[in-house]
């Protein structure tokens, strides 16, 4: 084995010599980043209907916070989704996102009240003039899920269920999206045992339009079930949704839950931000394209990427068997 | 909660004006919806190779009808499925149809005798002018299977198996596709306990061409598997079928299945064919589409769709607590 | 059935005038076969970090071989299977491929060693020559795992586990990709139930570049478990592989998981080469493109594959009851 | 140069073995091709609002006959253009098509009162019925040019203009598209000097939507120009249309110019038609594909079609000096 | 000529019953657009780096100001751009734009002194986070000129010289991208005689990154020329510029050149603006995209837009001879 | 002026600092490269079909080299091609080529002799297998252009005409590609008044299958002459090669040619070489996808490319009115 050890030292030099310029600017860092993970409010995000509260050092759990109108998705939501998740996007601090519901569920989905304005009020007689009115509109509540994957960082949805009846519509049962858009858009989805899926479209005649027919047959590939769930608004529960692949865990109850998805949070907190943010990148471009145009794209991002100190201090300390939420690594 | 109140009058308001309009047309076509369900017969589907019964209203019911040739696909089954499902397509009344097979199997797939008579006889000396003309043929076997893709209303593909052995060549055991071709283009399958599956192309000797290679590998997300069934050609049976996606049901037996089969059909009938068939419409382009583009693409369906009575016809019977089988969608 | 015994005749007359030309090199051929099969040691397949052996007529078996290395992937790794690859690819002989690790595991991954003085060692000073440098690098590196899916026979991954403690970085944990990258690039895989899956890039820094990040998601179809594995390197163990389609069939051990591939090897090679290769080239075509172009690909492609005298042979085959690999199909 | 007699000697011999098998079906054809030829009046061709007569052997001369309603394209149009050019599709005989306007123009486009009545008269109160209604027309609409596409058969448009002032709408200038959605669905364009093109759509309030905005910027590859037309509907004049590219000649009058594009049609057609509509079918598919998709197409295309007799023909017609026209190739 | 004027009557009773409804908004309209055309400063555009006027109703006029520094593009031009069109997309009462430089020269391109303390300035030690930082400010960049072609109303680019010596650094040569960047996104080009077009990009060290590359080859449709323009930094004169398609006029100076550019825009702002902002969305798609793609969304755009009154409107207009300008079409 | 002056020596400051690294470097390679450019004849570049030198420091000279064959292209060539491209695609001296034929052309195109051989013999009884085998030799062929493509240094073909009696074939006329594959596939096109174009593959009856038809509609931009031109096979003389853009240029002779793509190229290889590789590399990606995408590469590509110290070296030079050919760039 001394071959190994002539090479084991020949590494330890490369990574020495990579590192030395690194070494004071990491532990400036480092000092910064424990002072402002001791306060609990994340600064910089107040809303109307969402609070973000930094969970711990690096992640930031995101709340949708209407409990009393049980987290349907309002004027606010929409406007305060993109601002939220614009500035999580250039917050060099944060690395893992992890978004629920206060109190007894994920969403009741879209306000059908705040919808209805929108949508039901002929803005005039012309035709063409609503169409373009409206096509607006949807573009612009698109974004509101699009900007959950144009942030770099990895978003986990927390979901958990409760009741479905809703006191939006006259305590009538409870119409929307149920949220289904939105955790589509996320990259990692766990839920209670009382969490249920719906998507409850056609039950208001219309076909989805800001992301779940679009999203969700690439998140559970089973192309019968998708078609299943999008024509006939069923509910799916949580072991039918694990069992497809919609989430990768179903934990007893949403105290649970949220704990199991902040430390998920939390272990991918602990990795390089410029592996793991690159690992978004590219499994995004991958899900959109050919794999030959995948592998070029990767190519060139990682032309760079993998010139960065990051790897030599993972791989010093998967050789020095220390664990990697010991190592700092540079804000991105 | 007097807040909620005002809200669900202005929502009710912005009902009542959209729906004024149609109120009169809406009747008058419920009333001869309601005269033409009565008959069981479907009129102007008359075939060789299929019969077409309606099943209740909005719901037809196509079955492959060679019962005694195991519904094998013979040449007048090619012509006929591309005429019915054409038909089936402009029929305004139509909002879900069901395929299945007469007798004891859906289809022993390829009829080999006339398949042999396209495909092994050579046309002539020269290999280009072969090879045209085998590509015309493909290209029209395929289309018998796309029209059901093109066409906008859900179908469903109710699945039973029975014995293997086809009586087609000479007593031997039955090559052919087993319908798989068939089924993958279907929106939902559901198949009976004795039903199976099997790709069994490579055991002609051929890469199967009208739509397998195609669309299994998007209906099932399962590529190791796909890649098993496509060059073994061996027997998938129901529950692994279920397992993996194929289908989204397993009933005890064919006259169950098909009732269940009915059942979804008849419970997508009830809602908005404009939200169904849109529905259709924007999952199919999703599934061979990039999420951006798809966004884009339903953006602009969407903003004449969202238009349409049926959302305030559908808003106000959840809002009042009723089924939307009460509720009259004009034709589409 | 008087109908039938004629059109079999039919048939059978199709047949044999398509047949009769090539009785005579066809026998030629399979003597020739006989003969070369008889050697265990695949002739012009010599390398330092593969082995090649002819498991059976039409098999190969390549054996991933630094066992006391634990199979890790070093530089003449990189370089041996594209020159394996090829060869195969050209081996008229070869109908299937098995790929397997000797020793207690199918491969610990990259060698950070190697990688580290391509990746970690500075070429200069200027950071766009030393991207240069690097992309050249990982095209090549990609290249490795692309010249399985190149190579039209099918390749079938062997994978089992043992250990997973590495010796090759001073004792410490093995770093490395686990094989992820090679064994999606296969066609089908086997594991036995040792073995288990990580994707490990994050941990040392990096994003995922030489194909786990582009077709993992293609492969197992649940994007949230995909994300998980991704951002977390956590271990997937062999159940958890079946049942999210990673593999299609979990042994007891690594003798009995052998032997299950090599037979399924077998059984493919039994087959037409024209319809199996045919199956991989449109397989991997479809993945990549929509149902609609995959369908034009296809009807290019058989308009001239379909004049093989394969589909007669198989077809005689069928009709009288007799196995495929009874039949002598020409080498391609 | 003995080495390249001897080389010479070998391809004639390859030649002739070729060409053994084919001589008996060549001559064949030839006499029957000789006598269809002699009837002016094109068989199975007779419509409302086209004449097709039978330019020369193999060619085919298609008119727009409507020359007292300056050509517009009515519903008969619509309906027979489809009719006409799937029929020229399946004609073995034909290898080359020009199309033409009778009388004084080559067409003033769309006519406007059929347009207005499927167009400008609400089918009911409800917008999205609407929509799906005329999304069912402008797709029939756009396949009225598209078939000009799908022909494999070589389409080139002799364009002459007149006057523009039309007599549909009350003796007012016409609108409409002047035939430009045409025109560019054809392959080759010629143009006498009085014609001149105009993209009239945004004076009667519409995107041009039956394939003017979808081919015009891939016909003439000036994107600032194609935007000036479609945005104006200015004219654009013969030596305009000339200078960039929509035209490849302009001749001095009607006669000369159609003179000019039957023997277009004429030299085109004396070529092997493997050859020629191979080339058309790969043209279409680069116009649409990347290169590196299309050298992808045209391999799975040419590995048939390169082994057809015409190439032997036609090279021994070029090493023996004689002109293509007297070598007969046969149908396809 | 009788069947002429009953079908018109039967038009232009369509026409009346479509036009009913709009009678009333439409001059509501129209009396307050003049009054706002009345005014010369467009209300809500104040910038540092542009200046926006109304140049007559429907049309502003975008100039870039900063004529001292040779209309260099500083940060302020780069967030200002995005703001300006922004509110351009959005404002209703503009239906056409043109863009022109103030002072003797379009734009000397990108200000080097604010790209190098952009660019040139390392932000840390990190090559990984160093490009993360660049990707970062060239998307925003990119995105400088994407707003014009986002933009759905037509902006034409109205180009004039001047000399090339700029100020920027220290009296030397001017540097930067001559504003080519900037006018590929734009719709139409006219310049004046002493313009000319550079691609200086490799002349300082760089591949270009915020649209020459990317769209140039788009606009010229010339590729040896683009390729040259683009290896070598070496002008193109304006003469040059009008044979290869890059601009549509060259006019003898500044002010004939705007005028011509100002009266287009009015030409175009006249006609209905659905029709010619749906051109420019479908000109673009279709630009990026396959015909039949094109033709897919083109029918589901105009199934909407094809319902509005300026259909009725325009064809009107046309039949009674009179001019678009003087017919009202509603705000877009 | 005195900001000007403040922030020039800022810029000033920061060009230093960049420097400062890499000045010991660049003179190393200079002189090394000096050195070098003295000899003629380009080391490790021994062909048969072709002949490499080295033009000048930087420049290589590719000449097709059978000139008593016409620089027909043979075996030799297909495969010395490959070797020859991609010995200079990793030659880091080497920053442009220019490709020409020595003797009286440029090259009568494929050597039909050879070309025979592999085509128009049959390889056995099966039309799959000889299919298989053609795709085979296909794929191959069209390689020996792609490696222009590949190479990251830009290729100017420098083209002459000459007679086109060709002698491979007993003395008749020439028949093959003309070498319109061959420079399609470069990146910028010079040709002598003697050039002409020919596409002559539908005359030997078969479509352009190594790039012809697949290049050069992306090439030209007027898709009615490119038609033309593959369905006809007539020439094109220089002149109307000027006027469709095929070429950029056209010079009196082949010597002052040769001079001017030489020089081309000497001017090409002054500027930084990660500027123009990066430049051609962006080019074509831009060719084959959309703006969007070709936007997010180029953002991927330069976020570390644009770390390069050439960006400082050619704005210094700039800034102090230095000539670009005075720069050192390092070798890529």
């Known amino acids: 084995m001394a071959a190994g050890i002539v090479a084991s030292r020949r590494l330890r030099d490369l990574l020495s010599r ?8 990491g532990v400036g860092i480092s000092l910064r980043l424990t002072g402002s993970s001791a306060q609990e ?21 995101v ?12 004027k606010a939501f929409w406007r305060e989704m993109v601002e939220c998740f614009n ?48 096509r607006d509109i949807l573009t612009r509540y698109q974004e509101t899920f699009s900007v959950i994957e144009k942030c770099p960082k990895p978003v986990i949805a927390a979901i958990h269920g409760g009741e479905s009846v809703a006191v939006l519509l006259l305590g009538s049962t409870c119409p929307g999206g149920r949220g289904v858009n939105l955790i589509t858009a996320c ?15 056609v039950d208001v005649g219309l076909a989805a339009d800001v992301g779940t027919l679009q999203r969700l047959p690439k998140v559970i590939g089973n192309q019968s079930l998708v078609n299943e769930l999008a024509f006939t608004a069923r509910k799916m529960m949580a072991d039918e949704a694990l069992g497809c692949g919609l989430v990768s865990r179903v934990l007893p109850d949403k105290e649970v839950m949220l704990d199991a998805a902040l430390a998920l949070a939390a272990e991918i907190s602990s990795k390089s931000p410029v592996a793991v943010q690159g690992t978004k990148v590219n499994l995004l471009y991958s899900r959109d394209h050919s794999v030959a145009e995948s592998l070029n794209y990767v190519a060139s991002w990682n032309m760079s990427m993998l010139q960065t100190q990051d790897i030599a201090k993972s791989v ?10 010991s190592v700092t690594f540079s804000k991105l």
């Open 18 to 25: 990579r590192l030395t310029a690194s070494n004071y600017s």
């Open 41 to 61: 409010e994340a600064p910089d995000h107040s809303y109307e209907s969402l609070r973000v509260t930094s969970a711990q050092k690096h992640v930031l759990h």
């Open 63 to 74: 709340q949708i916070n209407r409990p009393n109108k049980r987290n349907a998705m309002n």
């Open 87 to 134: 500035k999580i996007s250039r917050d060099a601090d944060c690395r893992a996102v992890v978004i629920s519901g206060a109190g007894k569920m994920f969403s009741a989905g879209i306000d059908l009240m705040h919808l209805a304005s929108d949508i039901l009020q002929p803005k005039g007689d012309d035709v063409a003039r609503n169409s373009w009115y409206l």
């Open 187 to 201: 990259d990692i989805r766990y839920c209670a045992q009382d969490a249920f899926f719906q998507v409850k479209e």
């Open 316 to 325: 010093q300390a998967v050789t020095e068997n220390k664990e990697l939420k």
